[in-house]
């Protein structure tokens, strides 16, 4: 059993920072990408960044210069630092990675719970 696990949603004023965290927990071989989505109230969920094994990262165009995301690969950890942040950034942030569990199997998309990140003053 794999679970994504994310922390460090919350309320924050437009500008602001905020830095929301998932970790990968369970029983698995390797991950081979880890990165967050966002589904605001009435919308699609819309990747926001993403990043690979081959240190490849990509970011929503509305997002770009703003957000950074970094991994731990030690911790199976990935991280979403939100700097600047506006009103419409506002929407649950989901963890979403693409782990190996088997070598006999192929890798699997897995979802976290969602962290609700609202801007707002």
């Known amino acids: 059993q794999v679970h994504l696990v994310e922390s460090g949603g919350g309320l924050v004023q437009p500008g602001g920072s905020l830095r929301v965290s998932c970790v990968a927990e369970g029983s698995f071989v390797s991950i081979n990408a880890m990165g967050w989505y966002r589904q605001a109230p009435g919308n699609k969920r819309h990747v926001v960044a993403f990043t690979r094994e081959s240190g490849r990262t990509t970011y929503a165009d509305s997002v770009r210069g703003r957000f950074l995301i970094s991994r731990d690969t030690a911790k199976n950890m990935v991280y979403l630092e939100m700097n600047n942040l506006k009103p419409d950034d506002t929407g649950v942030y989901y963890c979403?990675?693409?782990?190996?569990?088997?070598?006999?199997?192929?890798?699997?998309?897995?979802w976290g719970q969602g962290t609700q990140v609202t801007v707002s003053s």
């Open positions: 979403n990675a693409e782990i190996l569990t088997s070598l006999l199997r192929p890798s699997g998309d897995y």
